[in-house]
Every structure is written in C-alpha cells, then in structure tokens.
C-alpha cells in the first residue's frame, strides 16, 4: 500500500517512500513467520546427530558448524523482527557461551503456539500476559528439577562429568576425550578463587593432521612458529619482552658520506657493531636468555643475539605477547636495552618441537618444579580445518561452561528430560490460572515438547512414539524428578534411557537463561503490531567486495 495515495491513512505523514505494515496486513503474523523460518533453519542443528550446516560469507570463506550463534552471525539476517532473535542468541552466547541454539528453537516453537492462539481469537495482550505468567512458573519449576551438583570443581573426574552433554552436543563419539582434556586445562590454570577464573586464559592451538585422538594439553602456550635464531631450546630461563623494535633507531634526516678507500668503509659500520654488541652484552648480563620480540628484529642485532646464545622469538600479536606476559611474568618493555629484575619473567622450558610437519614453539612450566601456570594451551589435531575449527568452537562451549559452574554448580537432567519435567509441572499450573491466560500457559508449556522431539527426529527415531514413552514415564513419577530422556543411539530399542544413570547432565543455570531470553524475544515479537520502514537514504551506495581483489 503506497502512502502517497491522498486517500491512504498516515498521508502526508512520512516522506514518500516509506513502507508501512500494520495489524491489518497481519504484521504480527509475517513477523513470527519469519521467526519461524530462522528457528527451523537451525532446529535442524540441534544435539549430538544436528546435521552441520555450510555457510560461504560474502568474503567467501566456508565455514561448516552446527553451531547455531556461527550460523546467524555469518548469514546476516537482516528481517527486523528475526533480528530479535538472533540478538538474544548472541546475548547467551555472552552470558553463557553455550545453549544457543536452544534459545532460537523455544522462541521460535513459542511463536508457533502463539500464532495458533491468535488464529482462535485471542489478544497479542493475552497471550503476552499469559507466557509472562508461564515464564516465572517455569524458572520455580526449574529450581526443584535438581537432580545433582558438581560437588568438587577441582576434581577432574567431578568436572569433565559435567562438560560430556555440552561437548556431546558438538562432537558426539569425542565427548569423553575432549572433556578430559579441557577439565585438564582448565584445572592447570584454576585460581584459589573458582570464581576468579578468566575463560581466555585456556587457549587453543589448531594443527592440521593426525587424529583428534592426538590432542592435548601444554601448560604454557604454543606459538605456531619457530624462534628466528640458532638457539631453539632454552630450559630455565629468564625472560624479557620487548613491544619496540629490536633494531638501531633510523635517523629523522639523511645524510651523504663519501668513502674513500676500503679501510673507511670497514670502519664504517665498527661504530654501529660497537653499539649493537654493547646492548646485548647489557641483555646477557642482565640473565636474559629468552627475547621476545612484539616487531622486527634486525639482521646485525639476530647475528649478536645468538652469539650471545640469546633464543628469540617473534610474536606479532600484541593480544598474544598479553597472554604470554601473563604465564612468564613479564612486562613488556618499550625501549631497548636491560630491563629491571622485577621487569623480567621466568620459564622452566621454551622448545621448539614437530607437530605434524608443522615446527612450533613451547613455552611451558613444568608441573614438577611447582611454578604455577596462568594459561593452558589445547593443541588439537584434526584431518582438516573446518572440522577443526568445528572441534574448537565445543572446547570454547565447555570452558565457558565451567565459568558458568563456578558461580553455579547444580545440574539438571539432559536429554530432553528436564524440559518433559516442565511440560508437566507448566500444564498442572495452567488448570489453576484463571481467565484466557491459561491457553497461553499451556501452550508454553507445549512448546518445551520440542527439545525431545528434535533430538528424537535428529536420531531417526520415531517421535511420536518416543514422546508418547517419555509422557508415560513422566506422568507416573508423582513430585519426584523423572530423569527419563531420548536415547540417541537407541541402544535397547525403545528410544529412552536414564538420564542420570548415563551421566548426561545439563547446567541450570545454562538452561535457566536460555528459557528467560527466549521467552523474553518471543514476547517482544508478540508485542509489535507495526513496522515502519524508512527509504534507504540516498547517495553513493557503499562498495561492496571487490570481485577481481586477486588479479594485479
């Protein structure tokens, strides 16, 4: 509909050009269907058997992950309303750093029931009134679904049981290796404190080859480069950083010599030796046997240096020479020359080592010499780069997860049995709500059905029938809490298993924020009755990417 009509309502109101959708063109509706449309792009994503999805950027970049937060953020969505969504997946990926891809399927599925409540006649009002009602008695219900706790943060075992589900869902068949590994890591660098601990300081390290049953961890870091010298292994050593050049300053104004004979071309560049030689006699003196070099290092300063049996490394991240700051101990220096004793770092061993054809650099503290690491460093192997990558984004899931246990420890059943709970426990509260609010509380409670269901559909198994069994496990538990959940592997036919017994155990709190930021998009949604689009203003349009970046 034109607004330039001089009949049309609002004419005369905007500038020409503007687009209006209001609750006649049933704006409300085309905004859950393209919710919906988002939600089931990745639903299909979702547990241990999601289907990975490839994505090509508009730099042409593939990247292939079931991991829902990398898929919207590659595929630009650009719907307003659908934003919403993908905004509150990106806010638990902030939070939470896990469970993203639960927010968009229950907001999605929260959409769906709404539409349905609307096609029988009820408010967008009631149906907000209704879910917001639905939402506190489902957070209540969540608290009592407790079936157990990570009792000691320290204990690897304790730990890497509570990190399983969340790899499982990214890498199913690696999940005990992987949590082993990262409880591994993350324990070398716990503070006293667990609430202290700071998710970057475990860092991965990618190396194409081999199996990911070769990975593991090194209590240091892992630079993918060698040292630029001779020297390549260094064991107690001490250690100076160093953000400035290592190279003579350049003048501000150039000059001409003339050189007459050889001779005053040799005495040329003494003075200039001189000066070199002196300042790594002044590092050596100092007991630095390690450099670390944030820029350049010149060729005459490199000749010295290992003379002086000084190893040097390059580190051109200046995020990179942050962390390694952190495990040695050091300050980066700014000027050249020797730096003060508290200024130093130390290091039990820096080595270069094979990995797969690929020469790389160690920076380690030995755990027996008692030096405390703060950052530990994950070194996966893997066939090629996408599944490696794939294989890193589990590992950040999992260590964010352990910043989530530090501040909350209790854990819930998984495999879609903490959310039939909650069908449960939302569907009795909603026989006791008064008013028209009681179909929005059921339906909430419907949509938490699709956890099973997807996990069930994910595995090939029949839905229907595995979602009639877990009912009936559910329905006849009384208060106590049912840890019957949908069994993947379908390992004795039926499609179910317990839950507890299986150790496939969710984080509360995970689950907790997911059902607040997913009710509180759906309900945001509902809320818009109308959209008003702006013209896109005029001008010179932006360049887009430069097809031929790669011809001369």
């Not at 990975?52 to 992950?65: G, P």
């Amino acid at each position: 509909m034109s607004l330039s009509i001089p009949n049309a309502p609002n004419s005369g109101l905007f500038k020409p050009g503007y687009q209006n959708y209001d609750a006649e063109d049933g704006a409300v509706l085309r905004n859950i269907d393209a919710c919906r449309a988002i939600s089931s792009t990745v639903a299909t994503s979702f547990g241990p058997f999601g289907r990975n999805k490839i994505v090509v950027n508009h730099l042409q970049k593939l990247i292939l992950t079931n991991d829902a937060v990398t898929i919207l953020r590659e595929l630009e969505v650009v719907h307003p309303a659908a934003k919403l969504l993908v905004m509150a997946s990106q806010q638990q990926e902030a939070e939470m750093g896990d469970a993203t891809n639960l927010v968009i399927i229950l907001a999605g599925e929260l959409l769906k029931k709404a539409e349905e409540l609307l096609r029988m006649g009820l408010k967008t009002s009631d149906i907000v009134r209704g879910y917001e009602m639905a939402q506190k008695t489902a957070l209540e219900a969540l608290e009592k679904l407790e079936v157990d706790a990570v009792q000691e943060v320290r204990e690897t075992k304790d730990l890497a049981r509570a990190l399983r589900s969340v790899i499982g869902a990214k890498q199913a068949g690696y999940e005990d290796l992987l949590a082993d590994l990262v409880a591994e890591a993350v324990l070398a660098v716990l503070p006293k404190n667990p609430g202290n601990f700071n998710v970057d300081n475990v860092r991965v390290v990618k190396i194409m080859g081999g199996s990911l049953d070769q990975s593991r961890v090194v209590r240091g870091m892992v630079f993918g480069r060698e040292p630029e010298g001779t020297v390549k292994k260094v064991a107690k050593a001490k250690v100076g950083v160093y953000s400035c050049p290592i190279d003579i300053s350049q003048t501000e104004t150039k000059g001409t010599v003339l050189l007459k004979n050889a001779k005053e071309m040799l005495d040329f560049t003494k003075g200039e030796e001189a000066q070199v030689e002196a300042i790594v006699k002044e590092l050596h003196d100092a007991g630095l046997r390690v450099v670390v070099a944030g820029t350049t290092v010149g060729e005459l300063f490199m000749h010295y240096l290992n003379r002086a049996g000084i190893l040097v490394i390059k580190v051109l991240s200046k995020f990179e020479l942050r962390r390694l700051c952190r495990v040695v101990g050091a300050t980066p220096l700014a000027r050249l020359g020797a730096p003060m004793p508290d200024e130093t770092g130390d290091i039990d061993v820096v080595e270069t080592l094979e990995i797969g054809g690929d020469r790389v650099t160690v920076f380690r503290q030995d755990a027996a010499t008692g030096h405390a690491t703060r950052t530990a460093t994950l070194v996966l192997r893997g066939a090629t780069q996408n599944a490696l990558d794939d294989v890193e984004r589990a590992v950040d899931d999992a260590v964010n997860v352990v910043k989530a246990i530090t501040r909350d420890a209790r854990l819930v059943a998984g495999a879609g049995a903490a959310e039939v709970q909650l069908v449960e426990r939302i569907s009795k509260a909603a026989d006791k709500t008064p008013g028209l609010a009681q179909y929005a509380v059921r339906k909430y409670a419907e949509a938490f059905e699709v956890v099973p269901r997807l996990l069930a559909e994910s595995a090939g198994l029949d839905a229907t029938e595995v979602l009639a069994r877990l009912y009936t496990a559910h329905s006849g538990s009384s208060d106590e809490v049912c840890a019957t959940g949908v069994d993947v592997n379908n390992e004795d036919g039926s499609g179910t298993l317990d839950a507890l017994d299986e150790g496939i155990l969710d984080l509360m709190v995970t689950k907790s924020w997911a059902v607040k930021l997913a009710t509180e998009a759906a309900r945001t949604v509902l809320a818009v009755d109308q959209i008003i689009v702006a013209r896109q203003a005029g001008g010179p349009k932006p360049p887009g990417p430069n097809k031929n970046w790669d011809e001369d």
